[in-house]
């Protein structure tokens, strides 16, 4: 698998292929912070970044939707959603962590379940805090 970022002005295109990974991330949300439409609008103008990974042949397999945070000391990007086999093994993990860094990100963040929590360690992550909300 070979990780990628879609260039904005191709993810109108890119979109039809990518959309059901997407969509099968948004199982595991809350699914009242963004709806799909939102998402699609937000990489479409180019607010977040969308990272695909392809095979040799160039079919899609998996998707990914970043958020850059600009803090004090770091540049966050944080996955807001995730799809279908994009972090497979390490050289993937470390494929998208080279596209990231060269989006200026010198810290990767997630929020993500337990079983991901896990799953993640392999690739160094680790966690740093567990999000809890009520709505009021």
């Not at 912070?33 to 939102?38: A, E, K, N, P, V």
């Amino acid at each position: 698998m070979i990780i990628k970022h879609v260039q904005t002005e191709y993810c109108a295109q890119a979109w039809p292929l990518v959309e059901d990974y997407i969509a099968e991330a948004f199982k595991q949300s809350s699914g009242d912070d963004y709806t799909l439409s939102q998402v699609k609008a937000l990489v479409f103008m180019g607010q977040w970044l969308l990272l695909v990974a392809v095979d040799e042949q160039g079919v899609i397999h998996g998707a990914a939707t970043i958020n850059f945070i600009n803090y004090p000391n770091d540049r966050v990007a944080f996955i807001t959603f995730m799809g279908g086999k994009l972090i497979t093994n390490s050289n993937t993990f470390d494929q998208m962590t080279y596209v990231l860094k060269s989006f200026g990100a010198t810290k990767i963040h997630a929020a993500v379940r337990e079983s991901m929590a896990r799953f993640s360690r392999r690739y160094g992550l680790k966690e740093i805090y567990r999000i809890v909300e009520t709505r009021i």
